[in-house]
């Protein structure tokens, strides 16, 4: 599908979207949102792209390999932020009882590993859509 | 406790971890991706042994995530029963594995068989998540995430039938999974809980007021647990999923997945609805009468046909049932026994498909009747058969006479002999169908004609772990009976 | 009369379960697959609906402090266990539609009864 007006106009939406996704990923602990709801846009602005150009452009955008690795860092992010905690000497998945430091709340960067955790998440889930679009689009390759 | 004190997380945390970094490893460092899975498996079960080892000398042992006590933070149980599930579950899981690595080769494409171990750990790791939890909604997370991986084993294999049959299973378990969810609901409505114990408590107080939602919840929990766990009628996606699955998946899959879904529908009758509930509404009789249908037409179906894998898809039905049997007989002997047949079926059933898988994998025959005469090309296999079958009936001498004993002797005990003829009646039937194929494969005349290829090491090695291990389940059968005597008599 | 009144105070708890019917009455009797796949995300989405309901008291306003004002809040727990859901959906979902995508590959049909069709041909 080549089309001028869908090109031109996701061309201009799209780095909005990706901002707009990276912002509700990093505001995840302040306001309504977070990491899936920020993931999940930024993984559709990767989508739209694929749309609107073709497969090999949306490709180029986030290579296979790439998104594997994102995909898989952010899952094992989210554990080692786990484990750091019991290293800490606190439980698996303390935030303050382990010593992170929680910052002052509602400044950006507060609420320790829930803010850590909340990123990770968000490029798991933006990677794991848009890989999961290529895949079904693609096929067998 | 020491460090030893995060186990249960840890357990859950260390497998997760494998699924994730092994399709990196298996990108960049092929070589690892395997042992990566096995030493993950083995820490597991380290920990789980340290733990049970632990359990019994301080008693129960719970772990709270991030330091949030209950009722606000996800709980981890750490007893007896539940450990000796975990044993059973990560140590079987490890032999499938090792089978595994051989026979994966020869039934699936080479690039995916690195996302094969990350399912494969996240499947194991969820299981063990959903025998440790206390808490509703993280087991309903954690059935998802059992239900998409255990179909995903299943479609790994591209092919139409494995498809199509992992299409039914997952739309029959988002079906149960949504059932369980408003159930969910539903007691949630009424307490505010959603930790086991707690809502144990206050269900005895909402009882008076809300008996209703409580009935609902309770219904739809059966529901629930039953579909995804093959009880009789709600079996009918199992046979075409356990047949088509490459087989370490099937192994896997009618070996431990259907059997912790069991394990949970133990955990809601018995941790979560307090006994005014299950006295006021037949719930366990439902399960039980249910289990006896089941027991009997799993082997009937199972009679009729034709394809091994198949056949023995239907007997796990079958036995599926003797779990329950020994869920809904409200006996603590019953417990014994339904809980040792967790352990036997989950090893005589892997060894069974891994038979099924070793004939597939060197001569290619997957119908019942040209397997004559193939005791004499495959021997070990098919002594691996014989005993697997032997359990299966519950011959003395093997680990399935040892559960459908203290389920025969429980149903006496509480004056319900006609469970006693369930049991027995089901066994014939079991040797009606199992006892052919192995007089075929040794006594007959008839040569076997196909070409055959020889069996590698370490099936052959799989299948000799199994053996030893039936046959020490029915002679030593006395420490874990010990143990689940002393677990059960917790619940009465 | 009551029950009535019951009934119309607890319009969502109702709308919730004719919802979860109708998912699971098409999830199970419908034989196009894509069908199939809307109705468990109907089924889902009813069950979160009802999730949510339980957490909302009649009048109040989302959990957020501010001021140190009092205010009746909504449960916020059910809101949080509904996001995880929601995320869970989203996988059984697109894992379900990927399946379908193959199945298609191979029968060109999404209709289960044609597809059982051309196998009992074979």
Known sequence: ?141 | ?492 | METLQGIVDNYYYMVAIILFVIGMYTMLTHSNMIKKVIAMNIMDASVFLMFVAVGYAHGSQAPIIRDNVEIIYANPLPGALILTGIVVAVSVTAYALSLVVKIYRYYDTCDYDEICEMRSKE
């Open chain 2, 1 to 492: 406790m020491g460090f030893s004190e995060h186990f249960p997380a840890l357990i859950v945390v260390v497998l997760f971890f494998t699924a994730f970094i092994s399709p990196l490893l298996y990108r960049w460092a092929r070589k690892l991706a395997a042992p990566a899975v096995i030493a993950a498996l083995l820490a597991a079960l380290a920990m789980v042994v340290v733990l049970l080892i632990q359990v019994q000398q301080f008693g129960i042992y719970y772990y709270h995530m991030g330091g949030w006590p209950p009722p606000w933070g996800i709980e981890f149980k750490a007893d007896p029963l539940r450990l000796y599930i975990l044993v059973v579950l990560i140590s079987v899981s490890l032999w499938i594995f090792i089978y595994a690595l051989r026979d994966l080769g020869h039934e699936l494409k080479t690039r995916v068989i690195g996302w094969y171990y990350t399912l494969y750990s996240v499947l194991v790791g969820s299981m063990a998540g959903i025998a440790l939890t206390n808490d509703l909604f993280n087991l309903f997370v954690l059935m998802e995430i059992c239900a998409i991986s255990a179909c995903a084993i299943i479609s790994i294999k591209e092919d139409r039938e494995c498809l199509e049959a992992s299409f039914k299973y997952l739309i029959l378990s988002a079906m149960g999974t949504g059932c369980f969810l408003l159930g969910v609901v539903m007691l949630y409505m009424v307490t505010g809980y959603l930790n086991y114990s707690f809502l144990y408590q206050a269900l005895v107080e909402a009882f008076d007021f809300y008996p209703l939602n409580i009935f609902t919840a309770a219904a739809l929990f059966i529901v629930a647990f039953g579909t995804k766990a093959a009880l009789f009628p709600l079996h009918v996606w199992l046979p075409d999923a356990h047949a088509s699955a490459p087989s370490p998946s099937s192994a896997m899959l009618s070996g431990l997945v259907i059997k912790i879904y069991a394990f949970a529908l133990f955990l809601m009758f018995y941790e979560v609805f307090p006994r005014v509930v299950l006295e006021a509404v037949p719930l366990s009789e439902i399960v039980l009468w249910l289990a006896a249908l089941g027991a009997m037409f799993g082997s009937i179906y199972a009679m009729i046909q034709t394809d091994l894998k198949k056949m023995l898809a239907y007997s796990s039905i079958a036995q599926i049932a003797y779990i329950f049997m020994g869920i809904g007989l409200h006996h603590s002997l019953a417990l014994v026994g339904g809980f040792y047949h967790i352990m036997v079926h989950a090893v005589t059933k892997a060894m069974l498909f891994m038979v099924a898988g070793v004939i597939i994998y060197s001569t290619g025959v997957r119908r019942i009747d040209q397997l004559t005469g193939i005791g004499k090309v495959l021997p070990v296999t098919m002594v691996a058969f014989t005993i697997g079958s032997a359990s299966m009936v519950g011959i003395p001498g093997t680990g399935g006479l040892i559960s459908k004993w203290y389920l025969a002797l429980s149903a006496l005990e509480i004056g319900r002999p006609i469970f006693v003829l369930v049991i027995l009646a089901s066994s014939l039937l079991n040797a009606i169908y199992y006892m052919p194929i192995v007089i075929n494969a040794f006594m007959h005349q008839d040569e076997f004609k196909k070409e055959v290829k020889p069996v590698p090491g370490i099936m052959q090695l799989s299948m000799v772990v199994g053996m030893v291990f039936i046959i020490i389940f029915g002679f030593f059968s006395k420490p874990v009976v010990t143990l689940l005597e002393q677990a059960a008599a917790l619940f009465f």
């Open chain 1, 1 to 141: 599908m080549e089309d001028q007006i869908t090109r031109i106009t996701s061309r201009l939406v799209v780095p909005f979207i990706q901002v707009y996704g990276i912002y509700i990923i990093l505001h995840g602990h302040l306001s309504p949102g977070g990491s899936f709801s920020g993931g999940a846009i930024f993984g559709a602005s990767l989508v739209l792209v694929a749309l609107s150009f073709n497969l090999e452009a949306g490709s180029k955008q986030i290579p296979h390999n790439a998104a594997s690795v994102l995909e898989s860092g952010g899952a094992l992010g989210y554990l080692i932020t786990g484990l750091v905690a019991i290293a800490l000497g606190g439980y698996y998945l303390s935030n303050k009882a382990a010593g992170f430091p929680m910052g002052e709340a509602g400044s950006l960067f507060s609420a320790g590993a829930i803010f850590i955790i909340t990123l990770f998440v968000g490029i798991k889930v933006a990677s794991t859509i848009a890989t999961l679009f290529y895949y079904i689009i693609e096929g067998e390759k």
